[in-house]
């Protein structure tokens, strides 16, 4: 008789087991951030599944990953915490990354790469840039959908200026960058390569911002760019110092 009980605890946790190993994708909406992602498309499991189309909330309008690829760490969810690694690819747009969620707006990514257009920058801002933007991040903390911990390297690739008279190359720049655990966030302005330098410092306490760059060129500068930096930027020593500061 025991042995009978036994072999049915056994079967319904066999069984039990097999359902949540097959546990189908969809269920990952479940646990993602509500109204800040979208999927669609769903193949696979909730532990190594796929979506065809998804979409991610920035400020008021919504970025594309395209095709994303994820698997889930099982016992990450008895510490409700989920770990969640992912590749996404949209075109030439890849990122990677492994997350921890902590809450709707509460999100710790580690190994974070990314490559995207700095085209991108249309949809928030009405400025016509060429090039990529390359994020390599060991850690990024974010705390109420704000940074509070980071350690990575944000870097301008073949940077452009669509002007009224066609494209202007810049050059390639990069910001590295560095948080403490809640103090504010410091990114030193360095240039790669290109004829327009650009050094100085962007820090965010928060969401109050300041920024702090002088720009030089050991050439001319074509008279559109200097028109166009007037507009944002005060002459300086033969160049431009842009300094701004406020809230977003």
Known sequence: MMS???????????????????????????????????????????????ASRALVRLGSGY?????????????????????ISLDSKWGQQLISAELVLRGDQDMDLHNFTASV???LLRQYAP???????NAQFSELQLRAGLPHSAAGRLVWQGAAWQAPGGLQPLGSYAVEIQQAPGEMLSGEVLTLSGPLEATGVMQLQGREYQVDILLNSAVAMDAQLQQALSLVAAPESGGYRVKLNGQF
């Open 4 to 50: 009978r009980r036994v072999a049915g605890i056994l079967l319904g946790l066999v069984f039990f087991v097999s359902l949540l190993s097959t546990a189908p994708a969809h269920l990952l909406s479940v646990i993602l951030p509500q109204g800040q992602v979208q999927l669609q498309g769903y193949a696979g499991t909730v532990w190594q599944g796929s």
């Open 63 to 83: 970025m594309h990953l395209g095709a994303v690829q994820w698997s889930l760490e099982p016992l990450s969810l008895l510490l409700l915490a989920p770990r």
């Open 117 to 119: 257009a700095a085209d």
């Open 127 to 133: 400025v016509a840039l060429q090039g990529n933007f």
